[in-house]
Each structure stands twice: as structure tokens, then as C-alpha cells.
């Protein structure tokens, strides 16, 4: 499975579900609004915790156990699960994206859209 989290806070700047500037541009807001929902909804505090400190904070997994008073295997295991839940739930709404993108160029370049 792509690790959508490492592209969408990564320092890489390359597409998450095409290659043009568009489809980046495109997913990375559907992304950033979807996002938050799975990590009020889904993932625990902890968890939360952990990813916001490692993807916002830039901490390593060291730090992350000495600032929440946890042993760093504890925060590994966070944050595998954590990623996991959010690339699962993300994943989804990047297939359901694609599709959309797909479904509007084909309208787009059809004689029905009146446009040609």
C-alpha cells in the first residue's frame, strides 16, 4: 500500500495519485479535508499525539518517547497503527477521487459536455 502520509507530509514533491500539477493540487486538498476527520474519528489520542509530533513537530521516535513519557517501541507501534488506519481511509477517497477525475475528463472531452 502507498504510504500516502509520508507523500502528503514528505518533502517529496510528487504526485498522490497521478502526475500532473493538477491531480497533486487536487488530491492534496481533498487530503487536507478529509484528513482531519480521520484523525478525530478514528485514531486515539495517542495516536493523534504521535503523528503530530512526528509529521509536524519532525520528531523521531526517541524524542516522540521522551516528550510523551513512553517507551520508543510504544511510539513505533503508534505510529505503524496510526498510519495504517489514515492510509486505509485515505486510500478509499483517493480511488473514489480518481474515479471522479476520470468520470469529469471523459465528460469533458465528450461530445455531450457541449465544450470541444
Given at each position: 500500500?502507498t504510504?500516502i502520509i509520508?507523500?502528503?507530509?514528505?518533502?517529496e514533491?510528487k504526485a498522490?495519485t497521478?502526475?500532473d500539477?493538477?491531480t497533486?493540487?487536487?488530491?492534496?486538498?481533498?487530503?487536507?479535508?478529509v484528513?482531519?476527520?480521520?484523525?478525530?474519528n478514528?485514531?486515539?489520542e495517542?495516536?493523534?499525539?504521535?503523528?503530530k509530533?512526528?509529521?509536524?513537530?519532525n520528531?523521531?521516535?526517541t524524542?516522540?518517547?521522551?516528550?510523551?513519557?513512553?517507551?520508543?517501541?510504544?511510539v513505533?507501534?503508534?505510529?505503524?497503527?496510526?498510519?495504517?488506519?489514515?492510509?486505509?481511509?485515505?486510500?478509499?477517497?483517493l480511488?473514489?477521487?480518481?474515479?471522479?477525475?476520470?468520470?469529469?475528463?471523459?465528460l469533458?472531452?465528450?461530445?455531450?459536455f457541449?465544450?470541444?
Open positions: 500500500m504510504d509520508e507523500t502528503f507530509y514528505g518533502a514533491d498522490l497521478g502526475t500539477a493538477d497533486q493540487k487536487i488530491s492534496r486538498r481533498a487530503i487536507s479535508s484528513l482531519p476527520l480521520i484523525l478525530k478514528d485514531l486515539t495517542r495516536q493523534r499525539m504521535c503523528l509530533l512526528r509529521y509536524t513537530d520528531l523521531n521516535q524524542e516522540i518517547a521522551r516528550r510523551l513519557r513512553i517507551s520508543q517501541p510504544t513505533c507501534r503508534h505510529l505503524t497503527t496510526a498510519k495504517d488506519i489514515v492510509n486505509n481511509r485515505l486510500s478509499y477517497c480511488v473514489v477521487l480518481n474515479r471522479a477525475n476520470r468520470l469529469w475528463l471523459d469533458e472531452n465528450s461530445d455531450d457541449g465544450v470541444k
